[in-house]
Structures are given as C-alpha cells and as structure tokens.
C-alpha cells in the first residue's frame, strides 16, 4: 500500500494531474482523495473547493413537471420540425 501526499494546482483545463507511482498496466486499485482549497495562494477561500455535493435525485414527479416545462417552449416563429420519414406498417401483436 502507498500512501501519497503532495500539492498540485488545477490546470487551465480544470484537471488535477495526480504523478502516480509505475505500476503494471490494469492494475485495480482503491482510492481515497480528499480535496481542500488551499489558502497559501490567497484566491481559494476553504469553501471554494469546486467539488459540488450531490444532492437527492429528482423524484419522478419532479421530472415530469421539468419535461411539462420544456415541452412548447420553442418560442420561434420560424422554427420549423423536418420531415421524419415514412412510416413503415408492422405487423400486430395481437
């Protein structure tokens, strides 16, 4: 087991490159990261970390009256739905 501790910035991609050490190819392995601003640059409050909590999911309800919302929200006049094709008949189910 390693344990690994370092400073890193964030770069301009908003990537964390992490040097880790050579293992083979494939290798599984478990993780912990913890992340924390740091406060030696001035610019990163402790709060200011970027990771967003995940918050509960949207119950079904919730989705519905999202979708409810979206639909007829095309407020264009000159929007126009292209034509989808023919529709090919298929057989019964029943």
Same mark, same amino acid.
């Given at each position: ?8 910035? +964030? ?6 490159? +992490?040097?880790? @050490? /050579?293992?083979? @190819? %494939?290798? *599984? ?7 924390? /601003? ?14 967003? /909590? ?5 119950? *079904? %309800? ?6 409810? *919302? /979206? +639909?007829?929200? +095309?407020? #264009? @006049?000159?929007?126009?739905? @292209?034509?989808?094709? #023919? ?8």
């Amino acid at each position: 087991m390693s344990t690994l501790r370092g400073r890193s910035q +964030i770069g301009p991609d908003g990537l964390l490159r +992490i040097p880790l @050490p /050579a293992l083979p @190819p %494939h290798t *599984e392995v478990e993780y912990t990261l913890e992340v924390r /601003a740091s406060k030696r640059n001035g610019s990163a409050s402790p709060d200011s970390t970027g990771v967003r /909590a995940l918050g509960p999911r949207p119950s *079904e %309800h919730d989705r519905r009256l999202a979708l409810d *919302e /979206a +639909i007829g929200s +095309i407020v #264009d @006049p000159t929007f126009v739905r @292209p034509p989808q094709g #023919d529709f090919t008949p298929r057989e019964s189910l029943d």
